[in-house]
């Protein structure tokens, strides 16, 4: 007998959420190689679908069911470059001892935990990362922010990974908090505590004008080298997307010897490989410049600033699907499809064990070709 897929059902105030999907009848321990295809085609399709009541599951599946999507690649999608101690994912993520492509990430200690006698998580905090931080006292009185929207990818070496499992282990005792955008838009968005914040890649195509489309088309994506060594003393934007320009970025002499090869430039817009549909895909923190009718802008302030005029709407509110964790989900995101975010202002004593696994790919993003775009060209010129 096959699984069921329920599309999430969104809210009237989730009136951009195109997206996601629910599984409650399949148990990853035993995923067929039938039922796999039919996963795959659903991750693909939902670009996050959630597989609940997994809380049986051991390390080396999650692994090999996440291998799966990806069968020639076995190296975690960051490799050893998150491992720099100053690197800003360095204090997230910790390996486990007998599955090192499986991370364990949370918050508060964890003991005798999958090879682990005992181990101090910390969940990531906007106050290390974000320019202007909340008050204590606004913490106090639940809000949050996002921390940092953005892809699993390394952004240099590696290509990134295309799925993305995490698993939800164990979630602290329930409470709301309010994601405050502080953007002089008074955007807020309700949320479970330790919340994961997701957004379409294709909605955000979708909801961009005609000329931003276009433009986004004649677009290629340059990251900085070692990007997270890169950034590790620069600060983001209140809303998590994209990071302020102060000139803290490090310089060439600073960061470590940089293989010009590995240098990763991207297409802005990518194809799903299912759906055929055009996604925008932009870390926007790691990116060092953009290039326009080949053609390099040159200006990280420029170029952070006409990034965030083409992100910035698809993370509105309605547009926002911010899963509530239940012990024992499993969530599988096309990482290629979507950005996330981690959200939420966790206190030392709320213990959240999570499981993060993904492969760098062995394959570039899809480029979008001049006949995937030409319906919008059309659109534009009939406007």
């Not at 926007?284 to 040159?298: Q, R, Y």
């Not at 969530?331 to 981690?342: A, C, E, K, M, T």
Request: glycine share 6%; aromatic share 8%; with cysteine.
């Amino acid at each position: 007998m096959t699984f069921t897929i329920e599309p999430i059902k969104p809210t009237a105030a989730q009136s951009g959420v195109d997206f996601g999907a629910m599984i409650h009848d399949l148990d990853l321990e035993t995923l067929s190689d039938h039922d796999f295809k039919k996963l795959e085609e659903a991750v693909y399709t939902y670009q996050v679908v959630v597989v609940r009541n997994q809380s049986h599951l051991q390390p080396k599946t999650q692994y090999e069911v996440t291998k799966r999507f990806d069968p020639e690649v076995d190296l975690y999608g960051h490799g050893k470059q998150h491992r720099a101690k100053e690197s800003v994912i360095a204090r997230d993520l910790s390996p486990l001892p007998d599955v090192p492509q499986v991370q364990l990430l949370g918050n508060g200690v964890v003991k005798n935990y999958q090879g682990i006698e005992e181990r101090k998580l910390t969940h990531p905090d906007h106050r290390v990362f974000h320019h202007t931080p909340l008050s204590e006292e606004d913490i106090a009185n639940g809000k949050t922010r996002f921390y940092r929207w953005h892809m699993d990818a390394a952004l240099y070496k590696l290509n990134l990974p295309k799925v993305t499992s995490l698993f939800g282990f164990k979630n602290p005792e329930p409470r709301r908090q309010t994601v405050v955008y502080d953007d002089g838009t008074g955007h807020t968005l309700d949320v479970q505590l330790g919340t994961t914040a997701f957004i379409s890649g294709q909605h955000a195509f979708e909801i961009l004008p005609p000329d931003l489309k276009e433009l986004a088309f004649r677009t290629q994506v340059k990251y900085a080298p070692h990007p997270y060594l890169w950034m590790s003393k620069a600060k983001s934007n209140s809303t998590g997307l994209g990071m302020v320009s102060e000139g803290k970025e490090l310089t060439r002499d600073e960061l470590p010897p940089i293989e010009e090869d590995a240098i990763k430039i991207y297409p802005m817009l990518w194809k799903n490989p299912v759906t055929n549909k055009i996604h925008l895909q932009v870390h926007p923190a790691a990116v060092e410049d953009l290039i326009i009718d080949g053609k390099p802008v040159g200006d990280l302030k420029k170029v952070r600033e006409l990034l965030y005029k083409i992100q910035r709407p698809a993370i509105n509110p309605e547009n926002v699907y911010a899963h509530e964790w239940k012990d024992g989900d499993l969530v599988f995101f096309h990482n290629r499809g979507v950005l996330h975010s981690v959200v939420g202002s966790l206190k030392e004593t709320d213990i959240r064990i999570f499981q993060q696994c993904n492969m760098a790919s062995a394959s570039e993003p899809i480029p979008v070709t001049e006949e995937d775009f030409a319906p919008y060209r059309l659109q534009k010129t009939a406007a």
